[in-house]
């Protein structure tokens, strides 16, 4: 679809957190209120996942200017998994750019779940979007570097730099998903099949399981989604890790696709731009204010945090952030009417 975005500036219109002290009080409450919550199981599909303490919970939110708000768990370090998707694909669109990225992996969520291979069939091979399974694998098949293992120190730095820190490999999650990645290898052979993978499919499966087995903690993944949130400039580090123009591009694959099959109900109730990973992080993104991050590792069906999607409710309502949401303006001062002004409302 072409649109008429040719030399347009681009305006940015976003709002403010409210004051330090009521953040602090939100997140607080954000972890009350969702550390009752026992539903949901912990992921068993990765046999190394299945160990994980049902029990974990963390909640944090990291302001633009790098304030940073933390309650429970925030600090314990779990594998990131799907999570990575959006920072890999962020990073991609950096380097090669908006049009190339949205040709060849896709902008549209599939409606199906994220290890779907029928939907690569449904749609002629292509992948169409970015954060489920097929299309991440395609969009680290992008990543530039001469090999596979130079690919994946692109990857590991890129994240790193989003963090603010340095990132390292959780090794036994890492052969627990090599062990049993069956599926993931045959996708990319099928995108192989497709035109869709120029390089060696399997070694791109091994980086992209690398990626995914990423230590982070929700005070990262909150930093992370912080950059994302604040035109790509780390609120920690103050680099700028990627353009504000592949913020944008993010955050709206992020609000399409970024909860797979459920995420349409994740906008309805939340309103905001996030990812979600099967070891019970979830990345959600305020534009202009800053990024929540959470960390329970019982899931839902889907495959996201309960605890985590509760306190994430809770933050977008309590703090202002829902994207959607509005409110009737105010009188003018003058007393002035909508007809004084020559408009109808």
């Not at 060849?104 to 292509?126: K, M, P, W, Y």
């Not at 990543?143 to 603010?164: I, K, N, T, Y």
Request: with cysteine.
């Amino acid at each position: 679809m072409e649109l008429d975005t040719q030399d347009v500036e681009q305006r940015v219109s976003t709002g403010a957190l409210p004051g330090w002290d009521a953040v602090e009080e939100h997140v607080a409450a954000a972890y009350e209120r969702s550390r009752g919550a026992t539903g949901g199981v912990v992921a068993d599909y990765i046999p190394e996942l299945a160990a994980a303490d049902p029990d974990l919970f963390g909640v944090c939110v990291v302001e633009t200017d790098g304030a940073v708000h933390a309650a429970g768990d925030a600090a314990v370090p779990f594998s990131i998994q799907s999570i990575s998707k959006a920072f890999v694909y962020a990073l991609v669109c950096d380097a090669l750019g908006h049009e190339v990225v949205r040709d060849r992996i896709g902008v549209n969520n599939t409606g199906l779940a994220f290890n779907s291979v029928i939907a690569i069939e449904l749609n002629d091979g292509h992948p169409m979007n970015p954060m489920v399974n097929a299309g991440a694998i395609a969009t680290t098949a992008l990543m530039p570097g001469g090999s596979p293992e130079a690919q994946w120190h692109v990857v590991q730095d890129g994240l790193s730099r989003f963090a603010g820190r340095p990132l390292e490999l959780d090794e036994v999650v890492y052969a627990s998903e090599a062990a049993t990645n069956h599926r993931n290898r045959a996708i990319a052979r099928l995108l192989e099949s497709y035109g869709r993978v120029d390089v060696d499919p399997l070694a791109v499966v091994d980086v992209y399981t690398r990626q995914c087995a990423l230590l982070v903690t929700a005070e990262d993944l909150a930093v992370m989604g912080a950059t994302l949130a604040d035109g790509g400039v780390n609120p920690v580090t103050g680099e700028q890790v990627v353009s504000q123009e592949v913020c944008r591009d993010t955050l709206a694959v992020l609000a399409s696709t970024g909860l797979y099959e459920r995420s349409g109900e994740w906008l309805f109730e939340i309103g905001l731009p996030g990812k979600s990973g099967v070891a019970g992080g979830i990345v959600t993104v305020a534009p202009g204010k800053g990024g929540i991050g959470v960390f329970s590792p019982r899931l839902d069906p889907a495959g996201n945090s309960v605890r985590g999607q509760r306190a994430t409710a809770y933050l977008s309502r309590a703090l202002g952030l829902n994207i959607f949401a509005s409110a009737a303006h105010d009188a003018p001062p003058d007393g002035s009417t909508d007809g004084d002004r020559g408009g109808a409302r």
